[in-house]
Protein backbone atom coordinates (compact mmCIF):
# COMPACT_ATOMS: atom_id res chain seq x y z
CA UNK A 1 0.00 0.00 0.00
CA UNK A 2 2.77 2.41 0.53
CA UNK A 3 3.69 2.49 -3.76
CA UNK A 4 0.24 3.32 -4.32
CA UNK A 5 -0.27 6.06 -5.95
CA UNK A 6 -2.81 8.51 -6.26
CA UNK A 7 -4.16 7.06 -9.81
CA UNK A 8 -4.69 3.93 -8.75
CA UNK A 9 -6.48 5.43 -5.81
CA UNK A 10 -9.06 7.24 -8.09
CA UNK A 11 -9.15 3.91 -10.12
CA UNK A 12 -10.52 2.39 -7.06
CA UNK A 13 -12.59 4.72 -5.31
CA UNK A 14 -14.41 4.70 -9.34
CA UNK A 15 -14.57 0.89 -9.40
CA UNK A 16 -15.58 0.02 -5.80
CA UNK A 17 -17.72 3.39 -4.72
CA UNK A 18 -18.90 5.15 -8.03
CA UNK A 19 -20.02 1.95 -9.96
CA UNK A 20 -22.65 0.65 -6.80
CA UNK A 21 -23.40 4.15 -5.12
CA UNK A 22 -23.02 6.83 -7.43
CA UNK A 23 -21.18 9.99 -6.85
CA UNK A 24 -21.05 10.96 -3.30
CA UNK A 25 -22.06 14.65 -2.35
CA UNK A 26 -18.56 14.99 0.25
CA UNK A 27 -15.20 12.94 0.47
CA UNK A 28 -13.88 13.44 4.25
CA UNK A 29 -10.45 11.88 3.98
CA UNK A 30 -7.08 12.06 6.16
CA UNK A 31 -3.70 14.47 4.77
CA UNK A 32 -2.62 11.75 2.81
CA UNK A 33 -0.70 12.81 0.07
CA UNK A 34 -2.51 10.46 -2.28
CA UNK A 35 -5.79 12.55 -1.53
CA UNK A 36 -4.27 15.79 -1.62
CA UNK A 37 -2.51 15.50 -5.00
CA UNK A 38 -3.95 16.89 -8.26
CA UNK A 39 -5.09 13.56 -9.07
CA UNK A 40 -7.54 13.25 -7.04
CA UNK A 41 -8.56 16.14 -6.65
CA UNK A 42 -9.16 16.51 -10.51
CA UNK A 43 -11.19 13.19 -9.85
CA UNK A 44 -13.50 14.65 -6.96
CA UNK A 45 -14.08 17.49 -9.32
CA UNK A 46 -14.96 15.73 -12.39
CA UNK A 47 -17.75 14.01 -9.76
CA UNK A 48 -19.17 17.14 -8.62
CA UNK A 49 -18.20 16.27 -4.90
CA UNK A 50 -16.38 18.31 -2.24
CA UNK A 51 -13.47 17.28 -1.35
CA UNK A 52 -12.59 17.61 2.75
CA UNK A 53 -9.12 16.90 4.54
CA UNK A 54 -9.22 16.85 8.38
CA UNK A 55 -7.00 18.59 10.44
CA UNK A 56 -3.37 17.52 11.32
CA UNK A 57 -2.75 15.17 14.17
CA UNK A 58 -6.71 15.53 14.61
CA UNK A 59 -8.22 11.86 14.09
CA UNK A 60 -11.58 12.97 16.22
CA UNK A 61 -12.73 14.49 13.39
CA UNK A 62 -13.43 11.59 11.74
CA UNK A 63 -13.59 9.58 14.46
CA UNK A 64 -16.33 7.43 13.39
CA UNK A 65 -14.11 5.80 10.43
CA UNK A 66 -11.35 5.95 12.42
CA UNK A 67 -13.25 3.64 14.81
CA UNK A 68 -14.47 1.61 11.96
CA UNK A 69 -10.85 0.81 10.74
CA UNK A 70 -9.99 0.15 14.10
CA UNK A 71 -12.62 -2.75 14.48
CA UNK A 72 -11.67 -4.58 11.50
CA UNK A 73 -8.07 -4.16 12.54
CA UNK A 74 -8.87 -5.80 15.80
CA UNK A 75 -11.07 -8.39 14.40
CA UNK A 76 -8.46 -9.46 11.92
CA UNK A 77 -5.41 -9.68 14.48
CA UNK A 78 -7.82 -12.29 15.88
CA UNK A 79 -8.14 -14.35 13.07
CA UNK A 80 -4.44 -13.88 11.23
CA UNK A 81 -2.29 -17.23 12.17
CA UNK A 82 0.59 -16.88 9.47
CA UNK A 83 3.50 -16.02 11.06
CA UNK A 84 4.60 -13.52 8.63
CA UNK A 85 0.98 -12.26 8.66
CA UNK A 86 0.44 -12.77 4.62
CA UNK A 87 -3.26 -14.42 4.79
CA UNK A 88 -4.57 -11.17 6.15
CA UNK A 89 -6.35 -10.03 3.03
CA UNK A 90 -8.48 -13.47 2.47
CA UNK A 91 -9.47 -13.03 6.13
CA UNK A 92 -10.01 -9.40 5.90
CA UNK A 93 -13.01 -10.44 3.03
CA UNK A 94 -14.86 -12.55 5.19
CA UNK A 95 -14.49 -10.58 8.29
CA UNK A 96 -16.27 -7.27 6.24
CA UNK A 97 -19.23 -9.41 4.96
CA UNK A 98 -19.60 -10.74 8.98
CA UNK A 99 -19.53 -7.58 10.46
CA UNK A 100 -21.56 -5.44 7.60
CA UNK A 101 -24.43 -8.12 8.73
CA UNK A 102 -23.66 -7.39 12.60
CA UNK A 103 -26.05 -5.41 14.83
CA UNK A 104 -24.97 -1.93 14.91
CA UNK A 105 -24.91 -0.45 18.41
CA UNK A 106 -25.64 3.08 17.45
CA UNK A 107 -28.05 2.48 14.39
CA UNK A 108 -29.51 -0.42 16.03
CA UNK A 109 -29.61 -2.30 12.54
CA UNK A 110 -26.82 -3.87 10.33
CA UNK A 111 -24.98 -1.80 7.71
CA UNK A 112 -26.54 -4.31 5.28
CA UNK A 113 -29.59 -3.60 5.81
CA UNK A 114 -29.61 0.23 6.11
CA UNK A 115 -27.63 0.42 2.50
CA UNK A 116 -29.77 -2.55 0.49
CA UNK A 117 -32.97 -2.35 2.58
CA UNK A 118 -33.35 -5.88 3.28
CA UNK A 119 -30.98 -8.51 5.56
CA UNK A 120 -28.55 -10.80 3.45
CA UNK A 121 -29.44 -14.52 4.00
CA UNK A 122 -26.78 -16.10 6.01
CA UNK A 123 -26.11 -19.89 6.08
CA UNK A 124 -28.00 -21.18 9.23
CA UNK A 125 -31.17 -19.52 7.24
CA UNK A 126 -30.04 -21.34 3.80
CA UNK A 127 -29.50 -25.06 5.86
CA UNK A 128 -32.83 -24.53 7.88
CA UNK A 129 -34.85 -23.90 4.51
CA UNK A 130 -33.97 -26.45 2.08
CA UNK A 131 -34.18 -29.41 4.60
CA UNK A 132 -36.41 -32.25 3.79
CA UNK A 133 -38.53 -34.88 5.85
CA UNK A 134 -36.45 -37.82 6.76
CA UNK A 135 -36.86 -40.47 9.97
CA UNK A 136 -34.34 -41.33 12.66
CA UNK A 137 -31.62 -39.48 13.42
CA UNK A 138 -32.43 -37.16 10.43
CA UNK A 139 -35.94 -36.29 11.96
CA UNK A 140 -34.27 -35.72 15.18
CA UNK A 141 -32.05 -32.97 13.50
CA UNK A 142 -34.99 -31.64 10.91
CA UNK A 143 -37.27 -30.80 14.61
CA UNK A 144 -33.87 -29.69 15.96
CA UNK A 145 -32.82 -27.23 13.17
CA UNK A 146 -37.30 -26.52 13.00
CA UNK A 147 -36.95 -25.08 16.35
CA UNK A 148 -33.36 -23.31 15.95
CA UNK A 149 -35.29 -21.18 12.87
CA UNK A 150 -37.97 -20.61 14.81
CA UNK A 151 -36.43 -19.24 17.79
CA UNK A 152 -34.33 -17.06 15.53
CA UNK A 153 -37.81 -15.78 13.82
CA UNK A 154 -38.73 -15.24 17.13
CA UNK A 155 -35.16 -13.22 18.16
CA UNK A 156 -35.82 -11.12 14.99
CA UNK A 157 -39.19 -10.29 15.25
CA UNK A 158 -38.71 -8.96 18.70
CA UNK A 159 -35.81 -7.13 17.93
CA UNK A 160 -37.27 -5.59 14.83
CA UNK A 161 -39.70 -4.31 17.88
CA UNK A 162 -36.99 -3.14 20.19
CA UNK A 163 -35.27 -0.93 17.33
CA UNK A 164 -38.75 0.64 16.01
CA UNK A 165 -39.39 1.38 19.54
CA UNK A 166 -35.71 3.15 20.36
CA UNK A 167 -36.03 4.65 17.37
CA UNK A 168 -39.36 6.32 17.89
CA UNK A 169 -37.65 7.57 21.45
CA UNK A 170 -34.75 8.44 19.81
CA UNK A 171 -36.58 10.82 17.30
CA UNK A 172 -38.83 12.50 20.06
CA UNK A 173 -35.49 13.08 22.29
CA UNK A 174 -34.09 14.72 19.02
CA UNK A 175 -37.16 16.90 17.84
CA UNK A 176 -37.63 18.38 21.21
CA UNK A 177 -33.59 19.36 21.63
CA UNK A 178 -34.10 20.78 18.48
CA UNK A 179 -36.87 22.73 19.23
CA UNK A 180 -35.28 24.13 22.95
CA UNK A 181 -32.19 25.11 20.71
CA UNK A 182 -34.24 26.68 18.21
CA UNK A 183 -36.36 28.56 20.70
CA UNK A 184 -33.08 29.66 22.57
CA UNK A 185 -31.65 30.84 19.59
CA UNK A 186 -34.18 33.07 18.61
CA UNK A 187 -33.50 36.91 20.18
CA UNK A 188 -36.49 38.29 22.76
CA UNK A 189 -39.04 39.78 21.13
CA UNK A 190 -39.15 42.89 23.44
CA UNK A 191 -35.47 43.24 21.79
CA UNK A 192 -34.16 42.93 25.60
CA UNK A 193 -30.71 41.42 26.29
CA UNK A 194 -30.19 38.97 29.07
CA UNK A 195 -27.92 40.60 31.30
CA UNK A 196 -26.74 37.15 32.81
CA UNK A 197 -25.91 36.21 29.37
CA UNK A 198 -22.25 36.55 28.37
CA UNK A 199 -21.40 36.73 24.89
CA UNK A 200 -19.03 34.08 23.50
CA UNK A 201 -15.14 35.00 24.16
CA UNK A 202 -12.55 33.59 21.21
CA UNK A 203 -10.09 30.75 23.28
CA UNK A 204 -6.87 33.00 21.26
CA UNK A 205 -7.29 36.76 20.33
CA UNK A 206 -5.86 37.96 17.25
CA UNK A 207 -2.14 38.82 17.62
CA UNK A 208 -1.74 36.65 20.89
CA UNK A 209 1.02 34.81 21.62
CA UNK A 210 0.92 30.72 21.95
CA UNK A 211 2.96 27.44 22.07
CA UNK A 212 2.34 24.95 19.59
CA UNK A 213 2.27 21.28 20.13
CA UNK A 214 4.15 19.35 17.58
CA UNK A 215 3.55 15.21 18.01
CA UNK A 216 6.35 14.22 15.55
CA UNK A 217 9.62 14.48 16.49
CA UNK A 218 12.88 14.12 13.86
CA UNK A 219 14.10 10.38 13.05
CA UNK A 220 16.43 9.48 15.39
CA UNK A 221 15.30 11.48 18.66
CA UNK A 222 13.03 10.19 21.64
CA UNK A 223 9.76 11.55 22.25
CA UNK A 224 10.52 11.61 25.78
CA UNK A 225 12.86 13.79 25.65
CA UNK A 226 12.25 16.15 22.71
CA UNK A 227 11.07 19.50 23.25
CA UNK A 228 6.67 18.56 22.13
CA UNK A 229 5.98 22.60 22.36
CA UNK A 230 7.26 25.05 19.55
CA UNK A 231 6.85 28.41 19.53
CA UNK A 232 5.80 30.76 20.72
CA UNK A 233 3.71 32.16 17.68
CA UNK A 234 1.17 34.41 17.03
CA UNK A 235 -2.43 33.64 16.26
CA UNK A 236 -2.80 34.72 13.11
CA UNK A 237 -7.31 33.96 12.77
CA UNK A 238 -9.88 32.39 14.20
CA UNK A 239 -11.24 29.76 11.20
CA UNK A 240 -13.88 27.54 13.27
CA UNK A 241 -14.82 27.28 16.62
CA UNK A 242 -12.38 25.21 17.45
CA UNK A 243 -9.26 25.57 14.96
CA UNK A 244 -7.17 28.42 14.81
CA UNK A 245 -4.32 29.64 11.76
CA UNK A 246 -0.75 30.70 13.27
CA UNK A 247 1.43 32.74 11.90
CA UNK A 248 4.65 30.83 10.73
CA UNK A 249 7.39 33.29 9.22
CA UNK A 250 9.79 30.09 8.45
CA UNK A 251 7.65 27.18 7.66
CA UNK A 252 10.67 25.17 6.35
CA UNK A 253 10.73 23.73 9.33
CA UNK A 254 7.12 23.15 10.22
CA UNK A 255 5.76 20.83 7.66
CA UNK A 256 1.82 20.53 8.42
CA UNK A 257 -1.73 22.20 7.30
CA UNK A 258 -1.75 25.74 9.40
CA UNK A 259 -5.08 25.57 10.73
CA UNK A 260 -4.72 23.50 13.98
CA UNK A 261 -7.15 22.78 16.48
CA UNK A 262 -7.60 24.41 20.11
CA UNK A 263 -5.76 21.09 22.04
CA UNK A 264 -2.51 21.42 20.36
CA UNK A 265 -2.80 25.42 21.43
CA UNK A 266 -1.35 26.85 24.71
CA UNK A 267 -1.39 30.74 25.53
CA UNK A 268 1.75 31.81 26.57
CA UNK A 269 1.54 33.14 30.11
CA UNK A 270 2.29 37.23 30.16
CA UNK A 271 3.01 38.11 33.81
CA UNK A 272 1.47 41.38 32.96
CA UNK A 273 0.99 42.24 36.94
CA UNK A 274 4.93 42.06 37.85
CA UNK A 275 6.58 45.03 38.94
CA UNK A 276 8.60 47.19 36.47
CA UNK A 277 10.18 49.74 38.99
CA UNK A 278 12.64 48.96 41.96
CA UNK A 279 11.05 49.14 45.03
CA UNK A 280 13.53 50.80 46.99
CA UNK A 281 15.76 53.43 46.00
CA UNK A 282 19.63 53.10 45.75
CA UNK A 283 21.34 52.46 49.07
CA UNK A 284 24.59 55.10 49.62
CA UNK A 285 27.18 55.30 52.07
CA UNK A 286 25.39 58.04 53.89
CA UNK A 287 22.33 56.16 54.51
CA UNK A 288 24.02 52.84 55.74
CA UNK A 289 24.18 52.50 59.61
CA UNK A 290 27.10 53.59 61.33
CA UNK A 291 28.51 51.04 63.31
CA UNK A 292 31.56 49.45 65.37
CA UNK A 293 32.92 46.25 64.34
CA UNK A 294 35.20 45.78 67.33
CA UNK A 295 32.04 45.73 69.20
CA UNK A 296 30.63 42.94 68.04
CA UNK A 297 30.48 39.81 69.40
CA UNK A 298 32.96 37.10 69.04
CA UNK A 299 32.00 33.98 66.69
CA UNK A 300 29.31 31.54 68.43
CA UNK A 301 30.87 28.62 66.45
CA UNK A 302 33.84 28.42 68.13
CA UNK A 303 34.19 25.23 70.32
CA UNK A 304 35.10 25.47 74.05
CA UNK A 305 37.22 22.84 73.53
CA UNK A 306 40.82 22.83 71.86
CA UNK A 307 40.59 21.91 68.82
CA UNK A 308 40.66 18.17 67.65
CA UNK A 309 38.19 15.33 67.56
CA UNK A 310 37.56 13.23 70.90
CA UNK A 311 35.95 10.13 71.01
CA UNK A 312 32.13 9.27 72.34
CA UNK A 313 31.85 6.81 75.20
CA UNK A 314 27.87 7.03 75.13
CA UNK A 315 24.77 8.92 74.79
CA UNK A 316 22.71 9.84 77.77
CA UNK A 317 19.75 12.03 76.90
CA UNK A 318 18.76 14.18 74.22
CA UNK A 319 16.70 17.86 74.36
CA UNK A 320 15.52 20.51 72.24
CA UNK A 321 16.17 24.02 73.30
CA UNK A 322 15.58 27.10 71.49
CA UNK A 323 18.76 28.58 70.24
CA UNK A 324 19.50 31.89 71.14
CA UNK A 325 21.43 32.84 68.00
CA UNK A 326 18.52 31.55 65.22
CA UNK A 327 15.33 31.40 67.80
CA UNK A 328 15.04 28.29 65.97
CA UNK A 329 14.54 24.54 68.16
CA UNK A 330 18.36 22.39 67.71
CA UNK A 331 18.12 19.10 69.24
CA UNK A 332 21.37 18.47 71.44
CA UNK A 333 22.19 15.24 72.98
CA UNK A 334 23.79 14.25 76.00
CA UNK A 335 27.64 13.49 75.24
CA UNK A 336 29.87 10.92 77.94
CA UNK A 337 33.40 11.43 76.07
CA UNK A 338 36.00 9.18 76.32
CA UNK A 339 38.28 10.12 79.42
CA UNK A 340 36.16 12.30 80.76
CA UNK A 341 34.05 12.86 83.62
CA UNK A 342 31.29 15.39 83.26
CA UNK A 343 29.02 15.08 80.00
CA UNK A 344 28.19 18.21 77.75
CA UNK A 345 25.40 18.95 75.41
CA UNK A 346 26.54 18.96 72.29
CA UNK A 347 24.48 19.77 68.58
CA UNK A 348 24.21 16.68 66.49
CA UNK A 349 26.32 18.75 63.78
CA UNK A 350 29.20 18.47 66.29
CA UNK A 351 28.95 14.55 67.04
CA UNK A 352 30.54 11.87 64.02
CA UNK A 353 29.53 8.71 66.23
CA UNK A 354 26.89 7.87 63.28
CA UNK A 355 26.23 4.31 64.88
CA UNK A 356 26.31 5.24 68.36
CA UNK A 357 23.16 7.98 67.57
CA UNK A 358 21.75 5.51 65.45
CA UNK A 359 21.40 3.03 68.18
CA UNK A 360 20.20 5.64 70.64
CA UNK A 361 17.66 6.77 68.43
CA UNK A 362 16.32 3.61 67.45
CA UNK A 363 16.10 2.55 71.51
CA UNK A 364 14.22 5.45 72.27
CA UNK A 365 11.82 5.00 69.83
CA UNK A 366 11.12 1.43 71.02
CA UNK A 367 10.94 3.01 74.64
CA UNK A 368 8.56 5.48 73.23
CA UNK A 369 6.86 2.75 72.00
CA UNK A 370 6.20 0.08 74.62
CA UNK A 371 5.55 3.89 76.94
CA UNK A 372 2.60 4.63 74.73
CA UNK A 373 1.50 0.84 74.55
CA UNK A 374 1.46 0.55 78.59
CA UNK A 375 -0.23 4.31 78.65
CA UNK A 376 -3.39 2.77 76.82
CA UNK A 377 -3.56 -0.53 78.86
CA UNK A 378 -4.05 1.76 81.77
CA UNK A 379 -6.71 3.73 80.13
Not at 25 to 35: T, V
Amino acid sequence: MSDTTALVVAQAFEECVYRTFGAPSLIRHDRDPRFISEVFQAFAEMMQSRSRATRSYRPQVNGQQERSVKTVKQSVRVYAEDPLQQDWDGIAEKLIFAINNSQDGTRKETPFYLVHGWDAQSTLKAMSSSLKRGSGRQFDALAWRREVNRQQEIALSMSKEYQATEKARRAKEHHETLGRQEKESLPSPTGEVDPNETPPRSLFEPGGRVWLYMERVKPGLTKKLAHRWHGPFRTKKKVEEFAYEPELPNRSGYRFYPVVHVSRLKAVSEFGDRPKVRLAPEVDEESRVDFDEELLLEDSWEPDHPSGEYEVETILDDRTPLSTRTNRAVREFKVKWVGYEEPTWEPAANLSCGGLLYDYLRQKRSDRRLQMAQTADEE
